[in-house]
C-alpha cells in the first residue's frame, strides 16, 4: 500500500513539472516615464553658529518656519534591460525662510 501511494506521489510529481508550457505575462514598460511631486512640512531648526562677511554669531537662534516645495522628474527606462536600473533626472524647488 505504502508503494503504491509513494508512486502515485511521484507521478503527479513527475507530472507537474512536465506539465504543459504555460506562457509568461508580457509587461509593456513605457520608455519615458514622468513625475511630479509636492511636499510640506515645518522646521524647528536649533542654535547654531552662523558666519557671514567674517562677523560671527554664536548660539543664534533661528525663527520656525513652513517649508513647501515640489518635484518633476522624468525617468529614461531603456536601460533597464541591460543595465537592470533606470536612469533619470529630477528638478527640485524648496521654500525655507
Not at 525663527?63 to 529614461?76: E, R, T
Amino acid at each position: 500500500m505504502r508503494n503504491a501511494i509513494a508512486i502515485a506521489v511521484l507521478m503527479l510529481c513527475i507530472g507537474g513539472l512536465l506539465g504543459p508550457p504555460r506562457a509568461e505575462a508580457q509587461t509593456y514598460i513605457k520608455p519615458i516615464d514622468g513625475y511630479v511631486s509636492g511636499f510640506g512640512g515645518y522646521s524647528f531648526p536649533q542654535k547654531t553658529d552662523i558666519e557671514s562677511g567674517g562677523i560671527i554669531a554664536t548660539d543664534a537662534e533661528l525663527d520656525n518656519s513652513p517649508s513647501y516645495g515640489g518635484k518633476v522628474g522624468i525617468w529614461f527606462t531603456g536601460a533597464r534591460q541591460k543595465l537592470g536600473i533606470d536612469v533619470g533626472l529630477e528638478g527640485d524647488v524648496t521654500s525655507f525662510n
